[in-house]
């Protein structure tokens, strides 16, 4: 399974970007789609997550900033993110959960937030 990540940028604070992510298969075969980010030295966290049923959980430093949603038919998930703030500024990464298995990883793509 391949997952393509695009939609990374720079941005000035308070900014917005949308990031994509393409599945070369059903997303709906998938426990849950995720993003999440990384900075140099820092572990992966979790931004925010779709289960197979549509129910989403986010981060509490991205709650009522970002909004994840997919599209089954065209095997997406995107991230909305508005309000942008420094802090947010990472790498990306696209996530497919696998029950009892390893998640499948897209490339990440980077976010830069300029102040």
């Known amino acids: 399974v391949q997952l393509q990540a695009s939609g990374g940028g720079l941005v000035q604070a308070g900014g917005s970007l949308r990031l994509s992510c393409a599945a070369s298969?059903?997303?709906?075969?998938?426990?849950?789609m995720g993003w999440y980010r990384q900075t140099p030295g820092q572990e992966r966290e979790l931004v925010a997550r779709?289960?197979?049923?549509?129910?989403?959980n986010y981060a509490d430093s991205v709650k009522g900033r970002f909004t994840i949603s997919r599209d089954i038919a065209k095997n997406t998930v995107w991230l909305q993110m508005n309000s942008l703030k420094p802090e947010d500024t990472a790498a990306y990464y696209c996530?497919?959960?696998?029950?009892?298995?390893?998640?499948?990883w897209g490339q990440g793509t980077l976010v830069t937030v300029s102040s």
């Open positions: 996530n497919a959960d696998r029950k009892l298995l390893p998640p499948y």
């Open positions: 298969r059903s997303i709906f075969s998938f426990n849950a």
């Open positions: 779709i289960s197979s049923d549509g129910s989403t």
